[in-house]
């Protein structure tokens, strides 16, 4: 049984294509191969999957969120409290699974493998036994990156809670995932869309450019865009061929 089982879309709202970012990557479109991903609860409960990619030479890490710290992974419509939308989070990961091994998150085998992962009193790398989606590990997925520049979080001693501070740092995070190499997202999978229209108009919205989020900023309206990096892609390539999946492809000879 799988590890994943009860993170289903069940009864969640359908995601939709909107066009909206240590060593920060670029904003903009890339191939990335996956070389390791693996399950991880924070102190807070909630349920995260730890990613690491190859981005055409350069490492790239993010650590995504799929439940709350509830174990749930949707939030209820401010409009319509009946209605359950999937966390980005979720969204992002189960768009992965289904774009690399055409089986969502809820159908993934984890198996037990040791990995180096960075402990924080240790404050380096350690062998930990953790559970990998093994099915996902070599496999190429395009990836949406976007660059938000944001306030340093402090924690406050006497509240105990943690607050923005003048200070700001770039983040990047994965906005949105494409199929490898049709360029397809899965809401134009799930409507039957022949050819790829979505990618275009995410790329020229957010190629090289900064999403100011910050909260106390330093007299200056947001931060201009750059170039992106030479790293983004034109277009993805092949995936690497692996075991043809037992159900109907998603993607045809896409």
């Keep these: 049984m799988s590890l994943f089982k009860s993170f289903t879309t069940a009864g969640l709202e359908e995601t939709e294509d909107r066009v909206g970012g240590f060593s920060s990557v670029e904003a903009g479109l890339y191939t990335a191969t996956i070389k390791m991903a693996y399950h991880s609860v924070a102190a807070s409960g ?19 969120y799929i439940t709350n710290k509830k174990g749930e992974n949707f939030f209820l419509n401010k409009e319509d409290k009946t209605k359950k939308v999937p966390l980005p989070g979720f969204t992002v990961v189960d768009d992965i699974c289904l774009c690399t091994t055409e089986k969502p998150l809820s159908e993934q085998d984890a198996q037990e493998k040791v990995v180096k992962i960075y402990d924080f009193d240790a404050k380096k790398e350690l062998p930990k036994s953790v ?25 406050n001693t006497t509240t105990g809670e943690y607050e923005p501070t ?23 999978v799930r409507n039957e869309v022949e050819e790829a229209v979505f990618f275009t108009g995410w790329v020229e919205r957010n190629k090289g450019e900064i999403r100011d989020k910050r909260l106390i900023k330093d007299g200056v309206g947001g931060t201009p865009g750059r170039p992106g990096a030479p790293g983004a892609r034109p277009a993805p390539t092949a995936p690497q061929a692996g075991e043809a999946p037992a159900r109907k492809s998603l993607f045809g000879k896409k």
């Design 46 to 64: 909630a349920n995260a999957i730890n990613f690491v990619f190859d981005l055409g030479g350069r490492e790239y890490r993010e650590t995504t």
């Design 131 to 155: 559970p990998v989606l093994v099915d996902l590990l070599g496999q190429k997925v395009g990836l949406g990156i976007i660059k938000t520049l944001e306030n340093k979080n402090v924690k």
């Design 166 to 188: 003048a200070e700001t740092r770039e983040v990047n995070s994965i906005d949105k995932v494409f199929h490898v190499p049709s360029n397809l997202t899965m809401v134009e």
